[in-house]
């Protein structure tokens, strides 16, 4: 009876541990772990967490180098106003999918991302590259620069090493390539609005305006 | 200068190629720098930080617009040689070439084409535009001026 009441505690701990960890973690990032993950025609299994709502109807997706100044632009001056709108209201979640293309540090800073991801950290180093960018293949995304922001992310720094110097993720930022010419991606930031009922293109920094009106039609 | 002028744009031929000229190269590159959209709405957009960019482009598409017909002029009219008209059209092209490759279209197709040279050039462009096209817009002035002189001569007008 004994020995029961003690394996009942324990699952029952177990149980309680595991939903305080998941409750303590970002409400608005999610580890991505599903590798069947598509949206559209878009497989976004080897892409970023999904920031916002999992469940909201539609879903934005965006192809991005950590090294394109139109990326830098649409994430200052349209994104803001994106999430403000619809992914924290809950009608619209993002998806980053990278198309590292522009320069010989855009794959090691795609990788970085997700090495950071491996500690619940992706959304916050996607926006410290985006909020740290400089001139194309200047040394800012080098190796060096990208553990520093880990380090100022205080990540623990000899997984994050060990997990960029090995580029774990190499493959997973070649899938994500592949993914956006086979969409049709021809330049970055390039976007998917996917819905119940089709997607919509958008190619370029383009103003909220156009991002309101095609996710307003879609809703 | 303006007797210059005058005598050039006295033709409505040379005014229907400048603007022409002007109009085509100012729409285009601010297709290419990504200033307006034509998809999925036909939208213009000016970025805060980005007004600099613009003005070039406009000094850009009005400097090309007035010196490219003024050596045609030159070639066609008085039948000069047509090594002056090289300077108009270099600077257009390499002032329309550092916004036309950046992370849009046309830099991706030519880092897809080229590989690693094709992206070291892309990034040459993109991360030196600005300074290119106004070395773009010097050049333009200067082939400007000469023209004027070379068209006072030619033309044995008054100083």
């Known amino acids: 009876m004994n020995k029961k009441g003690v394996v009942i505690g324990v699952i029952v701990v177990a149980i309680i541990a595991g939903l305080a960890a998941s409750y303590s973690s970002s409400p608005s990032e999610t580890v991505n772990l599903d590798m069947g993950r598509t949206h559209g025609t878009i497989s976004t299994a080897m892409g970023s967490p999904i920031l916002g709502d999992t469940s909201a109807p539609l879903t934005i997706v965006e192809f991005g180098d950590y090294q394109c100044e139109q990326c830098y632009a649409w994430f200052h001056e349209t994104k803001p106003a994106i999430v403000r709108d619809y992914i924290d209201t809950g009608k619209a979640n993002l998806v980053f999918v990278d198309l590292a293309f522009l320069g010989r540090d855009s794959i090691p800073a795609s990788m970085a991302t997700y090495c950071a991801e491996d500690q619940g950290m992706y959304w916050e180093y996607h926006d410290l590259l985006y909020n740290s960018q400089e001139s194309v293949d200047n040394g800012w995304a080098n190796s060096e620069r990208l553990k520093a922001f880990a380090f100022s992310l205080d990540l623990d720094m000899e997984l994050f090493e060990s997990c960029l110097d090995s580029e774990k993720y190499s493959k997973r930022v070649q899938y994500n390539i592949r993914q956006a010419r086979e969409n049709g991606v021809r330049g970055t930031p390039g976007f998917f609005i996917v819905g119940p009922d089709g997607q919509e293109k958008i190619g370029g920094a383009q103003p909220f305006s156009v991002f309101k009106q095609i996710l307003d039609s879609m809703i | ?159």
């Not at chain 2, 109009?23 to 213009?44: K, Q, R, T």
């Not at chain 2, 970025?47 to 050596?71: D, K, Q, R, T």
């Open chain 2, 1 to 159: 200068m303006v007797q210059t002028i005058k005598l050039v744009y006295s033709n409505f031929k040379y005014v229907v190629l400048a603007s022409t000229i002007f109009v085509s190269m100012m729409i285009g590159l601010l297709i290419l720098s990504e200033y307006i959209f034509l998809e999925p709405y036909v939208v213009a957009h000016l970025p805060s930080g980005s007004e600099l960019g613009f003005l070039l482009i406009v000094l850009l598409s009005a400097l090309s617009a007035l010196v490219i017909p003024m050596n045609i002029f030159r070639i066609s009219v008085l039948k000069s040689s047509k090594q002056k008209m090289g300077g108009g059209i270099f600077g257009s092209i390499i002032g329309t070439a550092a916004g036309a490759c950046s992370c849009g279209p046309v830099g991706f197709a030519v880092i897809s084409t080229f590989g690693s040279v094709g992206a070291t050039a892309t990034a040459f462009l993109t991360n030196y535009e600005i300074p290119i096209r106004i070395i773009a817009i010097a050049i333009l002035i200067i082939t400007y001026f000469t023209t004027v002189k070379s068209l006072k001569v030619e033309c044995k007008l008054n100083p």
